[in-house]
């Protein structure tokens, strides 16, 4: 059923949800702009400073072993620390790859405990 109009002394006329309007607007607006890139970013992921810190930091996310206190880390130590790119890289690889192989690396099929 389609909501009736409702006439307001001073108002004229005015829809039942009319007061979501301005609200949706300001969260599509949002929405829309939080998925910008800027120039510099993208040139940021497409070096091969961060390609090579990516794949670093990746690869030091699944060597975690028995051993909670052993940080085998695979890492350049003399980039990680001059280089941007490779130390955004770096992060990224180790936050992206450590949270798609869960805390003790990846699980094979019958593995689970379940």
Known sequence: MIAPLALRPGKGL???AMHLVRPLA??????SLSGCESAADRALR??????????DGCSSAGTRGA??????????????RANQAYRAGWGTGL??????????????PGQNPL
Not at 46 to 55: E, I
Not at 67 to 80: K, Q, Y
Not at 95 to 108: D, E, F, H, K, V
């Open 46 to 55: 497409n070096s091969p400073d961060f390609k090579a810190g990516y794949s």
């Open 26 to 31: 300001v969260f599509l607006l949002a929405l």
């Open 14 to 16: 005015r829809f039942p």
């Open 95 to 108: 936050n992206a790859c450590r949270s798609y192989q869960g805390p003790t690396g990846p699980t094979l």
């Open 67 to 80: 051993n909670p206190r052993d940080s085998s880390l695979t890492r350049d130590e003399e980039a990680f």
